[in-house]
């Protein structure tokens, strides 16, 4: 895993449905948002916003702040690096989804 940046800067991205899993929301109340396009885990304090367009979903993460970015995490790495991660230093209020769980179209785009 390769930390960006730890910071207060701003987020506003609309990523295809396709290309987006929310991971959950752990213990302090942040949300772990999976980019899957840009294979980086974006950490909220603010949950996602589903847009339909047409026969398209695509999803909004909007925050004013962005607790945490981890570039460079592949599907793979999400679920035996980053989740186990979380759950040792903060735990899991709820897990939304697992990254392979979403559909098999994920997980094959994002690996590509």
């Not at 942040?30 to 916003?49: F, K, N, Q, S, W």
């Not at 398209?56 to 995490?73: D, F, K, L, Q």
């Not at 899991?92 to 769980?101: E, F, G, K, P, S």
């Amino acid at each position: 895993m390769n930390t960006v940046s730890t910071s207060t800067a701003a987020i506003d991205k609309l990523v295809p449905g396709e290309q987006y899993v929310h991971l959950g929301v752990d213990t302090a109340g942040a949300h772990h948002h999976y980019l899957g396009e840009e294979e980086t885990i974006v950490v909220t304090p603010d949950r996602y916003e589903r847009i339909e367009s047409g026969i398209r979903i695509y999803y909004r993460v909007r925050s004013a702040t962005v607790e945490h970015v981890e570039s460079g995490i592949t599907p793979p790495a999400v679920e035996q690096q980053w989740c186990p991660f979380v759950e040792k230093k903060r735990g899991w209020r709820r897990r939304t989804n697992r990254i392979y769980d979403v559909t098999t179209a994920v997980a094959a785009t994002v690996s590509e």
